[in-house]
């Protein structure tokens, strides 16, 4: 059973047309994080929140933001879509922040056109 | 910040074994991970590491020396479907919260 899921696997968008990707969880965690992930590059962390509490990294853009209406999901917006944000952005959750482990959803490939 | 270094890609042959290194610089360690990422897929959690020594799991195992920050994951039996990027993350605190930072991963290549 999908643990984390994430809506749509892929997504097309246009230069600077907002979108919205989506993730959702089953595990009833607390944390969930926002990653960005470039080809051949590491995992990029662009923020995450802690039940309500959101923490966003310092380096990243403003053109990206984060909503958690609900315990069980959150949402990334970018809100002016570049060439340089296609990428596969990956939805993480885990049960406070020191443990074992942190469950990956199967990522959303963002391709702008 | 933190600085974590690894191989980008290693060739091994299927039945051998291969030892992934990892190499970190980080002020507030609290723990090592090792995640498995196969081609446009997400990453999958292989082991964690917070206290000095191996853990083994199966045909893996990870190693942790904190005085050295020094890391590594060692496959055994080689197969071919262990062809994937191996990422190395850290776990410290930073600015009031516990952050996990990846290495850019090493892309292992299993031959028959």
């Known amino acids: 059973d999908a643990m984390v899921i994430q809506n749509p696997r892929y997504q097309v968008t246009q230069f600077g047309k907002p979108v919205t990707l989506s993730c959702s969880q089953t595990?009833?965690?607390?944390?969930m994080y926002w990653y960005q992930q470039k080809s051949s590059q590491a995992p990029k962390l662009l923020f995450h929140y802690y039940d309500k509490d959101f923490n966003n990294e310092a380096d990243t853009p403003d053109n990206f933001q984060s909503r958690r209406p609900n315990t069980s999901f959150c949402f990334l917006d970018i809100r002016s879509p570049g060439l340089g944000d296609a990428a596969m952005y990956l939805c993480?959750?885990?049960?406070?922040?020191?443990?074992?482990?942190?469950?990956f959803g199967p990522g959303t490939r963002l391709l702008v056109l | 910040g933190q600085n974590i270094d690894q191989p980008t890609e290693m060739t091994a042959t299927e039945g051998a074994i291969v030892q992934i290194n990892c190499t970190y610089q980080?002020?507030?360690?609290?723990?090592l991970f090792w995640y498995q990422q196969h081609a446009g897929e997400a990453p999958t959690f292989l082991s964690y590491n917070v206290l000095d020594g191996l853990e083994e799991k199966g045909r893996f195992s990870s190693f942790l020396s904190r005085s050295k920050g020094y890391s590594y994951l060692l496959l055994k039996e080689l197969q071919m479907k262990d062809s994937a990027s191996y990422l190395c993350a850290v776990r410290a605190n930073s600015g009031g919260y516990q952050k996990v930072t990846f290495g850019i991963g090493t892309k292992l290549q299993v031959i028959p």
């Open positions: 980080t002020s507030g360690f609290n723990g």
């Open positions: 595990l009833n965690h607390n944390v």
């Open positions: 993480a959750t885990s049960r406070g922040q020191g443990s074992r482990t942190q469950y």
